[in-house]
C-alpha cells in the first residue's frame, strides 16, 4: 500500500500529478501483491501495517523539500535522531537488560540490522528520493514481496509456489511500467514571461525585442515621472 498511498497522496496536494501511465503500473503491482496475497481481506491486526504504509508515504512525499534544501545527512541525522528518542522508552531498556547476555554473532546480527537494512537502507532511500519523484522512489517497494519469497527459498528452503512466481511476475511488470516512463527532456527551459506582466510586477521597462530600447511605461496619476 505504500506506493498507492504515495500517489494518491502526491496527486490530492498537487505535487506530482498522476499520469495514466504510473496509476496503470501502479495497479498492477497492487494486483500482484494481491495475488501473492490470495486475495485475502485484510485482519483487524493489519491495520498497524497499514498505518505504517500510510506514515511511510507521507515521510516520502513530504521529506524530498527536505532533503533538497537541506542534504541527506543532516535529514537522516534528524530522523535518526528523534526516532532514537522517541523509542528509547520502549526498547531501551530491553537493550541494557539484555545487551549483556548476547553471544558475538548475535551483537554482530544486531549491529547488521542497524547500520545496512536500516541506516544504510533509509540514507540511499534519502539520496535517491532527492533525484526522483516520490511516486517512482515508492513503488520499488513492491519488490519486496517477491525478493523475500526468493530469499526465503535460497537461504531458508522455503518452495516458491507458482501462485507467488505469478505474482512476482505482475509485481515486476507493475514496477517496470512506471520506472520505464519517459522523463521530461532536461534542460528544457520554461517559456518566457509575458512582458507586460513583468513589468506590472517589476515596476521597470522592458527592453523591446526589435531593437534592444527601453519600452515607455504610460504615466499614471501621481507616478512619478523620469
Known sequence: M????????AALTGREPLSRRAGAGTAVALFGAAMLTGFAVPRLGDAFALVHALSTAIYVIYAKSALQ???TVTVMAWVFGWGSLMFAPIGGVAVVREAPSWSLPAALLVAFCVLVPTVMAYAVNAW?????SPTLVAIYVFLRPPLAALLAWIQLGEAVSARTAAAGF?????????ATAPSPPAGAAAPP???DALARSTGLPLLAANGGAPR?????SGSIKA
Not at 505504500?2 to 497522496?9: E, L, M, Q
Not at 535517491?128 to 526522483?132: E, K, Q, S, T
Open 216 to 220: 515607455r511605461q504610460p504615466a499614471r
Open 128 to 132: 535517491v528520493l532527492r533525484r526522483a
Open 193 to 195: 514571461p509575458d512582458g
Open 170 to 178: 505482475v509485481l515486476l511488470a507493475g514496477v517496470t511500467i512506471v
Open 2 to 9: 505504500i506506493p498507492v498511498f504515495t500517489a494518491a497522496i
Open 69 to 71: 534544501r537541506l542534504g
